[in-house]
């Protein structure tokens, strides 16, 4: 499977952002869709996940209420709309994929895109 993360970019502290990510090589709308973010210095952390119809998604306490997940499997892609932008939300952000149950730890995926910077000043 092919991930391919966009839409990021220099944000100013209240901003909006919406990243994508385009998925190929398997049947899209069988799969959960995670956005995870890494951060300099940091571990890789769970930010939002979709299950396979959309119907159900999840999300990080610090991002809940501001960041809304969200896919079009008619285009193969997954979004994460990005309200209110702090500088602590500064990190490259990813996409990958699971069939199993939602995980929060990236340990738990095998597929990743190249990642998106996202940079928000204060």
């Known amino acids: 499977v092919q991930l391919q993360a966009s839409g990021g970019g220099l944000v100013q502290a209240g901003g909006s952002l919406r990243l994508s990510c385009a998925a190929s090589g398997r049947t899209f709308s069988s799969y959960a869709m995670v956005w995870f973010r890494q951060a300099p210095g940091k571990e890789r952390e769970f930010v939002a996940a979709?299950?396979?119809?959309?119907?159900?998604?999840l999300y990080a306490d610090s991002v809940k209420g501001r960041f809304t997940i969200s896919r079009d499997n008619a285009k193969n892609t997954v979004y994460l709309q990005m309200n209110i932008l702090k500088p602590e939300d500064t990190a490259v952000y990813y996409c990958?994929?699971?069939?199993?149950?939602?995980?929060?730890?990236?340990?738990?995926?095998?597929?990743w895109g190249q990642g998106t910077l996202v940079t928000v000043s204060s």
């Open positions: 990958t994929t699971t069939i199993k149950i939602i995980s929060r730890m990236p340990n738990d995926y095998h597929y």
């Open positions: 979709i299950n396979r119809s959309g119907g159900s998604t």
